[in-house]
C-alpha cells in the first residue's frame, strides 16, 4: 500500500469516526429518519416525499437489524465517498499529495460533517453532484464517451435519490454552453447517455404521473410553508458558512479558471456554479440546496494552491498553514453546529447559537435548540407512552394507532415494542400506507400540541370512552406537549369514516 492510498484510508477512517462522535446519547432519530426508514416496509418508485432510492437503503438498514449503527452507517459512507471522488479528482487534475490533503481536509471539516450526521437524502444527494461533475472533467479530459455515460449514471442515480440534482443539470447546460466545451452536444454519445438516463429515471416518472405527480404539490407546500422565509441575503451568508475553513481554497478555485492554463478546458465548472446559485437565489431555495457544488472547485483550488506553493518558503511553510487552516478555523464551531451538548446545556448558550442564527426555525421564529436539534428530542419518550397506552387495550388487532404527522408514526414504529400495531397517519406517506380492510374498534390517538380541540369533542360521539392519558414532557423537544388518547369501542365503523376523510385529503 503505497502513502498516498494510506492517507486516503486515514481520512475515510477519521471521517467515520467523527460523525459517529458529534451526537450526544440524549439525542434520539431526526423526525425524517423515521420517515425514510418506516419506506423500508412499503417499497415502490416513488413516494410523495421522496424518489424512490431511500427506500432500498432502508431496506438494507431492515436486514441489517435496522439499528441506530446502521442508520448512521451510511450518511457517513456517502460523506467518505465525497473524500474517496474529490482525492481521485486531483489525481486527474495532475495534483500532488499536497494537493489531496487540502482538498480531503476541506471536505473532512466542513458542513458535510453536520449533513453526514442524519440519515437523509442530502448525503447520497451531494456524493452524486460530486460524481456528475468528476465525470464530466474527465470528459473534458480524455473525450472518452463511456464518461458521458458515467455522468448519466450518476445524474440518474441523484434524481432517483432527491429531485435537487436537476439543478445540477439546469446549471451546466448553459454553462457548457458558454465555453470550448459547447461540441459536446455535436456528438451522439451525449444524447445516447441521456437516453440511458431517462431509461433508468422512467419508472419513477411514471409512477409520479400514476399518482398526479405529487412531486409538485409537494414543492409547493414547501413554498408556502419553508422557502416563503427564505431570503437572498441568508441564502449567501450561509455559503460563506458551509465552507469556512476553506475560503481561501474556493477563492483560489475561482481564480485558477482563468488563470492556470491547464484548467481552461474546465472553465464551464465556474460558470455552472453560479447559473445554479442564481436558479437557487431565484428560486427561495434553502441555503442547503447548493452544497454539492463545492467539493469539486475545492480540488481545483487545492491543485492551483499546491502550483504557487511549489517552491522555497511558500513550500515549507505556508503548505503546513494551508492544510491546517481548514480544522483550525473549523474547531471553534465544533461545540455549535453539533448536538454534542445536552439540551440543557446549549440552552444555558443560548447566545453564541443566536448570533450565528441557528435558533431560528424554519417557521421563521426562535426557539430553545436549533431545530434539527430539537427534532431529535422526545420521540423514544413519545414511543414509550404510546406502548403503554396499547397496554391497556386487550384487542390489539382491532386497534389502530394513528398520528398528526410522521415523526410521530415514524418514531413510534422505530422505537416501540408492540410489534403488532403500527402506526399510520394521514401526513406524508403514511396516508399511502393505511390498512382500512379491518375491523378498528380502538384507537391510540397521537395529537400535537397546538391542535384546537384538546377535550376531542370531534371523537368522543363515536366511541364509548374518550381519555387523555400522557403528553410529552420533555420542554426542549419540538414535539413538546404532544397528547396521548386513548378512545375505546368504537360506535360507529371508524375504517369507513377515515376512508372517506382520505378521499377530501
Known amino acids: 500500500m503505497n502513502q498516498k492510498t494510506l492517507l486516503l484510508l486515514l481520512f475515510v477512517a477519521a471521517k467515520i469516526v467523527l460523525q459517529y462522535g458529534v451526537i450526544r446519547p440524549e439525542y434520539d432519530l431526526h423526525r425524517d429518519e423515521y420517515l425514510h426508514l418506516d419506506q423500508a416496509h412499503h417499497l ?6 421522496v424518489p424512490p432510492a431511500t427506500s432500498w437503503i432502508s431496506y438494507l438498514i431492515f436486514l441489517l437489524g435496522n439499528s441506530e449503527f446502521w442508520v448512521k452507517w451510511f450518511p457517513a459512507l456517502f460523506g467518505s465517498g465525497i473524500i474517496v471522488v474529490v482525492w481521485r479528482l486531483v489525481g486527474v487534475l495532475k495534483g500532488g499529495l499536497f494537493a489531496q490533503i487540502l482538498a480531503a481536509t476541506g471536505i473532512l471539516f466542513s458542513v458535510l460533517l453536520r449533513i453526514n450526521t442524519l440519515y ?34 450518476a445524474f440518474a442515480l441523484g434524481f432517483l435519490n432527491k429531485y435537487n440534482i436537476v439543478f445540477a443539470a439546469a446549471g451546466l447546460v448553459p454553462a457548457l454552453l458558454l465555453t470550448s466545451q459547447r461540441r459536446i452536444f455535436a456528438r451522439k454519445e451525449l444524447y445516447l447517455a441521456g437516453a440511458l438516463a431517462l431509461a433508468l429515471i422512467a419508472p419513477n416518472l411514471f409512477w409520479q404521473y400514476q399518482n398526479g405527480f405529487p412531486v409538485i404539490h409537494h414543492m409547493q407546500e414547501l413554498a408556502q410553508n419553508q422557502l416563503v422565509n427564505e431570503t437572498a441575503g441568508d441564502f449567501l451568508k450561509e455559503q460563506f458558512l458551509f465552507f469556512l475553513g476553506s475560503l481561501f481554497v474556493l477563492a483560489a478555485a475561482m481564480v485558477s479558471f482563468f488563470r492556470y492554463a491547464p484548467f481552461r478546458p474546465y472553465r464551464f465548472l465556474f460558470w455552472a456554479f453560479w447559473i445554479t446559485l442564481a436558479l437557487f437565489v431565484f428560486l427561495k431555495a434553502k441555503g442547503y440546496y447548493s452544497i454539492g457544488l463545492y467539493p469539486t472547485l475545492l480540488a481545483f483550488g487545492a491543485v492551483y494552491l499546491e502550483y504557487l506553493l511549489c517552491e522555497g518558503w511558500k513550500k515549507k511553510v505556508l503548505r503546513p498553514v494551508a492544510a491546517a487552516l481548514p480544522a483550525v478555523i473549523f474547531l471553534p464551531f465544533f461545540w455549535i453546529i453539533f448536538p454534542n451538548l445536552s439540551p440543557e446545556e446549549i440552552h444555558r448558550q443560548s447566545d ?8 431560528r426555525w424554519e417557521d421563521g421564529q426562535e426557539h430553545y435548540l436549533p431545530q434539527d436539534f430539537a427534532d431529535m428530542l422526545g420521540w423514544k419518550e413519545l414511543a414509550q407512552k404510546v406502548d403503554q397506552a396499547l397496554a391497556t387495550i386487550p384487542e390489539p388487532q382491532h386497534t389502530l394507532l394513528f398520528c398528526d404527522n410522521y415523526g410521530q408514526a415514524g418514531a413510534c414504529n422505530f422505537y416501540s415494542k408492540n410489534k403488532t400495531v403500527r402506526a399510520v397517519s394521514f401526513n406524508a406517506d403514511y396516508i399511502n400506507w393505511i390498512d382500512l380492510d ?29 381519555v387523555r392519558y400522557d403528553s410529552i414532557e420533555n420542554p426542549y423537544a419540538r414535539e413538546v406537549g404532544t397528547r396521548i388518547y386513548i378512545l375505546r369501542e368504537a360506535k360507529t365503523n371508524i375504517a369507513e369514516l377515515l376512508r372517506k376523510e382520505m378521499e377530501e385529503q
Not at 44 to 49: E, N, P, V
Not at 120 to 125: A, E, G, K, V
Not at 352 to 359: A, F, H, K, M, Q
Request: aromatic letters at 14%; glycine letters at 4%.
Open 120 to 153: 437523509q437524502p442530502n448525503s447520497l444527494d451531494f456524493l452524486m453532484w460530486t460524481l456528475l461533475f468528476y465525470t464530466l472533467v474527465q470528459y473534458a479530459a480524455t473525450e472518452k464517451s463511456a464518461w458521458l455515460y458515467g455522468a448519466a449514471l
Open 352 to 359: 453564541r447559537y443566536r448570533e450565528l442564527g441557528l435558533l
Open 44 to 49: 415502490a418508485w416513488g413516494y410523495l416525499s
Open 438 to 466: 379491518r375491523d378498528i374498534r380502538h384507537v391510540v390517538l397521537v395529537k400535537e400540541a397546538n391542535d384546537d380541540d384538546p377535550d376531542r369533542t370531534e371523537e368522543s360521539p363515536l366511541f364509548d370512552s374518550v
